[in-house]
């Protein structure tokens, strides 16, 4: 592909919402939390990843309390990138039946489909804190890092919140604009991406 290629669109950028006023501050500010997240996590995996090698390598033995840390941020990355591919409609698609409902029925239908996502969402996020709650109560901990199992988890509760809401903004948008989004900023639509050898 040609570098100057128009139909390509770039979405690493600055995440600017669809959305207006609050909902839309909202919107930005959990984006941005989510790229943090998501940054942090995986430079840290690599760095953590880059030690332990050259430990093992140098020393004949690796770092103890790697593959806890790894661990960790693995259930980090994961919960914080639900919400990341939701944000930028890269969620998994099954279209067959949505691509031959016109215009009209697949609004209903996204707003349908966003709304039910986002009750799941949250219905996940609730299980998930009650999942934490029994980790406290056993008082588990890490054998390598010393520290309470059920901390490494707190990431999924905050994950499948951050995704719910993030439907729940689609859902709204999809209210209050003619077009249909998959997420707050991303139109329903298919882009013609590839090209000739």
Same mark, same amino acid.
């Given at each position: 592909?040609?570098?100057?290629?128009?139909?390509?669109?770039?979405?690493?950028?600055?995440?600017?919402?669809?959305?207006?006023?609050?909902?839309?501050?909202?919107?930005?500010?959990?984006?941005?939390?989510?790229?943090?997240?998501?940054?942090?996590?995986?430079?840290?995996?690599?760095?953590?990843?880059?030690?332990?090698?050259?430990?093992?390598?140098?020393?004949? =033995?690796? +770092?103890?309390?790697? *593959?806890? %840390?790894?661990?960790? @941020?693995?259930?980090? !990355?994961?919960?914080?990138? /639900?919400?990341?591919?939701?944000?930028?409609?890269?969620?998994?698609?099954?279209?067959?039946?949505?691509?031959?409902?016109?215009?009209?029925?697949?609004?209903?239908?996204?707003?349908?489909?966003?709304?039910?996502?986002?009750?799941?969402?949250?219905?996940?996020?609730?299980?998930?804190?009650?999942?934490? =709650?029994? +980790?406290?109560?056993? *008082?588990? %901990?890490?054998?390598? @890092?010393?520290?309470? !199992?059920?901390?490494?988890? /707190?990431?999924?509760?905050?994950?499948?919140?951050?995704?719910?809401?993030?439907?729940?903004?689609?859902?709204?948008?999809?209210?209050?604009?003619?077009?249909?989004?998959?997420?707050?900023?991303?139109?329903?639509?298919?882009?013609?991406?590839?090209?000739?050898?």
């Amino acid at each position: 592909m040609s570098e100057n290629s128009p139909d390509l669109e770039d979405d690493t950028g600055t995440y600017e919402s669809g959305l207006p006023g609050f909902l839309g501050t909202i919107d930005e500010g959990i984006a941005k939390l989510e790229a943090v997240m998501l940054a942090v996590g995986v430079l840290l995996m690599a760095v953590n990843t880059c030690i332990n090698v050259i430990a093992r390598f140098v020393f004949g =033995e690796g +770092l103890f309390f790697s *593959g806890e %840390i790894n661990r960790i @941020l693995i259930i980090l !990355i994961t919960f914080a990138g /639900i919400g990341y591919a939701a944000r930028h409609g890269r969620h998994i698609r099954m279209s067959a039946i949505y691509d031959a409902i016109p215009p009209k029925g697949r609004k209903v239908l996204m707003i349908f489909i966003a709304l039910f996502t986002s009750v799941v969402m949250f219905f996940l996020c609730y299980h998930s804190y009650g999942y934490i =709650e029994t +980790l406290y109560s056993r *008082g588990r %901990i890490l054998p390598a @890092l010393g520290f309470e !199992i059920w901390w490494i988890y /707190i990431w999924a509760p905050i994950g499948f919140a951050i995704t719910g809401i993030q439907y729940f903004l689609t859902a709204i948008k999809n209210l209050t604009s003619k077009d249909v989004y998959l997420s707050t900023g991303v139109i329903d639509g298919y882009s013609d991406s590839e090209s000739e050898v």
